[in-house]
C-alpha cells in the first residue's frame, strides 16, 4: 500500500466486514465514570490495523467458558 493511499484512506468499518477471529481486545478502561472497550480489526478495505474504541452500554451475563475458543467463533 502506498503512503498516499494510508494518508487519504479514511477505514470505513462496517459490522458486515468485521468478524471476531480478526480481532483482540487491546484494553479496558475507565474515563469520565465510564468503562470502555478497545478492539484491534484489520480494515477490511486495506489490511491496515485499526483500534476501534467503544463504552459499554450494557453489560449481561452469558454462558460462555472463559477463555474462549475456537468453536465459539464458529
Known amino acids: 500500500m502506498s503512503y498516499e493511499h494510508a494518508s487519504d484512506?479514511?477505514?470505513d468499518v462496517?459490522?458486515?466486514y468485521l468478524y471476531p477471529a480478526d480481532s483482540d481486545v487491546?484494553?479496558?478502561y475507565?474515563?469520565?465514570d465510564r468503562l470502555y472497550v478497545e478492539v484491534a480489526t484489520v480494515c477490511p478495505e486495506c489490511s491496515?490495523?485499526?483500534?476501534?474504541?467503544?463504552p459499554?452500554?450494557?453489560?449481561t451475563e452469558v454462558d460462555v467458558d472463559l477463555p474462549l475458543d475456537e468453536e465459539y467463533y464458529d
Open 9 to 11: 484512506h479514511e477505514h
Open 30 to 32: 475507565e474515563r469520565d
Open 14 to 16: 462496517s459490522v458486515e
Open 48 to 54: 491496515a490495523t485499526l483500534a476501534l474504541t467503544a
Open 56 to 59: 459499554v452500554e450494557s453489560v
Open 26 to 28: 487491546l484494553d479496558i
